[in-house]
């Protein structure tokens, strides 16, 4: 059974920072790629930022040049730099993974949420 565990979620003013991270221990299994979906009230789950573990990368259009995604792949781990924060940005941030193990499958952590305040 694979987990995602995250971390990194709280209260911020527009214009601060955050980093989100999020972990998938255990070794028994290959991590093709992993990345960040958030979910504001009454919104549609939206990509916000995949990465590879090649290092190819994808951000949605509504974050790129604030936020940034990389990957410890030694840790199986990933992290979402988050700068220049607006409200808009609020959301529940839900850690994805797509994992063999050995069946290809989609994985996804607890959520954390971001909050924004103008």
């Known amino acids: 059974q694979v987990q995602l565990v995250e971390s990194g979620g709280g209260l911020v003013q527009t214009g601060g920072s955050l980093r989100l991270s999020c972990a998938a221990p255990?070794?028994?299994?290959?991590?093709?790629?992993m990345g960040w979906t958030r979910q504001a009230p009454g919104k549609q789950r939206e990509l916000v930022a995949l990465i590879t573990m090649g290092g190819s990368t994808n951000y949605a259009d509504s974050v790129k040049g604030r936020f940034t995604i990389s990957r410890e792949n030694a840790k199986n781990t990933v992290y979402l730099q988050m700068n220049s924060l607006k409200p808009e940005d609020t959301a529940v941030y839900y850690c994805?993974?797509?994992?063999?193990?050995?069946?290809?499958?989609?994985?996804w952590g607890q959520g954390t949420q971001v909050t924004v305040s103008s």
């Open positions: 255990g070794s028994i299994f290959t991590i093709n790629a």
């Open positions: 994805y993974a797509k994992i063999a193990t050995p069946l290809l499958d989609d994985y």
